[in-house]
């Protein structure tokens, strides 16, 4: 029996001895860094050792097993470092100075666009906004989230709006309809007569765009813009659109009674009695303006929801789509 002890004993191979690794960690500049993490990790073992370099930046691991290692380099404000290195039985390995680089800070610096500026690329795409290409369709948005109009915005909007070449012949062509009918007989025929229809035709407008699409939407802070829908069943586009009339979007994106398009058409029709022949004067045409007035924009709405979209080839569309 102890014959065959000693050839088993003898056919195991002989134990290699352990090594040590050791080292110093260094910044780029040379300077030691002390409290560095150094793990040690070998190759087919899932465990790693960790130490802790001391003051002067030096670390060491005793009693290691010979062969293949990594050690994996860590310090607050460094970038990483990985050394790969073998191990030989009883050797003494002090590896070579690991220095550390300076972590490259990155910073995310997100420009966003002030919210009036925004506003006015918008609405310089809306002034480009025609149908047929001709008639000045600038009251609507066909971009859901546009950004609220600030106070000169909407005088700026209101003003390019009864300066445009196309009001004025539209306004003639009024005043023109209402000569041959001889609405308001009080103005008389002839040149005198329609010069007066052309001017009452044209303070209507002024008057009611500027009273209801920029000052009382500045006082209220309401947008005076149609919102395009344009997506959703036929029924619920329509009573959108009509609703839209005596609704609309306030500038803090939440929906609202359209107290600046109600009065608004109040206070332009009772302006009208200003101007208008004797006759046709009194309370009942100021809130016939005014119901005529919501009616008229019901109706627009329905047009833009279904019609004028189609017909205005530069309309202005979310950039979110394609």
Known sequence: MCGFASSAQAQQPAQQP???????IVDPSGAAIASARVALTREGKSLSQDVIADTGGQFSFANIAPGPFQLTVTAAGFATQIFSGTLHPGEVNIVP????????ETTEVQVVAPRVEVAEAEIKLEEKQRVFGVIPNFYVSYIPNAAPLDTKQKFELAWRTTIDPVTFVLTGAIAGIQQAENTFSGYGQGAEGYGKRYGASYADLAIGTFIGSAILPSLLKQDPRYFYKGTGSTKSRILYAVANAVICKGDNGNWQANYSNILGGIAAGGISNLYYPPKNRGAALTFEN?????????????????????????????????
């Open 18 to 24: 352990t090594g040590s690794i050791s080292g110093t």
């Open 97 to 104: 100075q690991i220095a550390l680089p300076v972590a490259t």
């Open 290 to 322: 005014a119901f005529i007035g919501i009616g008229s924009t019901a109706a627009a709405n329905l047009l833009q929801e279904f019609v004028i979209r189609k017909l205005t080839p530069n309309a202005s569309h979310d950039p979110s789509k394609p």
